[in-house]
């Protein structure tokens, strides 16, 4: 099968979407594997390494946008819309509750796209996502420590305070793969950590986990609004597999933290959680002030670290990326429910009850 590796477009997104090795399992089983010049460079994979890994490396994105299969890393942009054909099988990140133009453009041009985020196992994990977000919770708590900085407009906290001074405030909405990172991070940090979560038994897992290094909540509105008040970063890390994210913090409840402090919203790229991350943000342009509050919603968060995200995406979606060249889309998505799961649009249609009723599309 020819399989396409398209370098980036979206803003300051430096990752690709296989790695060199990754190409070479896809070159031993028989693949012809296209490479755009530089696809890797911004995480430090020369064209050379993919020559030696035996792909072919072509000066266009048409030439490599010109196969079966093409393996990405995020959604396509607006530039990448004349790529979209009937019969192209397309592997990457796609959040089309958040996409409805793209989701359109898949569905107009009977693009069978398969979304990473949407690919899940029978315990409910998400295996393709799991590592982008560990990523991303991990390094929210390190950007909204930064942004605490006055230098960047914060209220000039540290988070782990020193002794004799109170230590900074740190609220997780959400206590999955993100926020329980988001968590492992600042209690690093020994901010004073509080994580939020609908189900009990969660709860119940992170304070076993955490111990005293973290106070955990029950997802109510009124104790979101109370953490929230208190808060100097507040990360919001809710996720609904495929489905637009539920505005959990209002914009009450921003007006109700101190100016300088910080909220990022991990959620940006299914829509946002809070009522006031109304719109996305990217890496060269990441914040915006409301409220007195800084706002981070930068959707690719992990692209920031290409080279380790590159590795760590790479390594979760090989195994999916040899089924689909190896057997094609059908087969592939017949035999590995977990893959099926992730067919957000086929034939002309959306294909996923979730994203289907977030942009009102026939189920
Ligand atoms: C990202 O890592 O950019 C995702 O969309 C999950």
């Known amino acids: 099968m020819k ?19 990754g190409v070479n399992a896809l070159v031993d089983a028989g693949h012809t594997v296209y490479v755009e010049t530089n696809a890797g460079i911004g995480s430090q994979f020369t064209d050379a390494d993919y020559i030696d890994a035996g792909a072919t490396v072509v000066n266009s994105a048409t030439e490599a946008w ?23 099988n397309l592997f990457t990140y796609l959040h089309l509750a958040a996409e409805p133009k793209l989701a359109k453009v898949l569905v107009d041009s009977k693009v ?37 900085q006055s230098f960047y407009g914060g209220k000039g906290i540290l988070l782990g305070g020193v002794p004799g001074v109170q230590k ?51 997802s109510t509105k009124a104790n979101i609004a109370e953490s929230v008040k208190n808060s100097d970063l507040v ?22 933290m101190q ?25 060269d342009d990441a914040t915006y002030v409301k409220h007195g509050v800084i706002h981070y919603a930068v959707a ?19 195994p999916y990326v040899m089924a689909l060249a190896n057997k094609g889309f059908e087969k592939a998505c017949n035999d590995n429910e977990a893959l099926a799961k992730g067919v957000n649009t086929a034939q002309g249609h959306v294909t996923y009850k979730a994203v289907a009723d977030a942009l009102g599309y026939d189920f």
């Open 168 to 218: 900074g405030k740190v609220t997780i909405v959400g206590g999955g793969v993100s926020g329980t990172e988001a968590a492992k991070i600042a209690i690093g940090l020994r901010a004073d950590v509080t994580i939020l979560d609908l189900s009990p038994t969660r709860l119940k897992e992170l304070s076993e986990m955490f111990g005293s290094g973290v106070q955990t909540l029950m």
């Open 3 to 21: 399989v396409g590796i398209p370098k980036e477009v979206k803003n300051n997104e430096n990752r690709v979407g296989l790695t060199p090795s």
């Open 66 to 88: 010109d196969v079966d299969l093409l393996v990405k890393v995020k959604e396509p942009q607006a530039s990448e819309y004349p790529f979209l054909r009937e019969g192209l």
């Open 235 to 256: 990360i919001g890390a809710v996720l609904i597999p495929g489905a637009a994210t539920p505005k959990l913090v209002t914009e009450e409840m921003i007006k109700s």
């Open 112 to 148: 069978n796209g398969i979304a990473y985020e949407t690919v899940q196992l029978a315990d409910r994990s998400l295996p393709l996502l799991t590592p982008m977000s560990e990523i991303a919770g991990r390094m929210s708590t390190q950007i909204g420590a930064q942004y605490l």
């Open 300 to 318: 690719n968060i992990p692209g920031a670290v290409p080279r380790t995200s590159t590795m760590a995406l790479s390594n979760v979606t090989l």
């Open 259 to 283: 100016p300088g402090g910080v909220v990022i919203d991990i959620a940006i790229d299914q829509g946002g959680m809070f009522e006031t991350t109304d719109r996305i943000t990217t890496h």
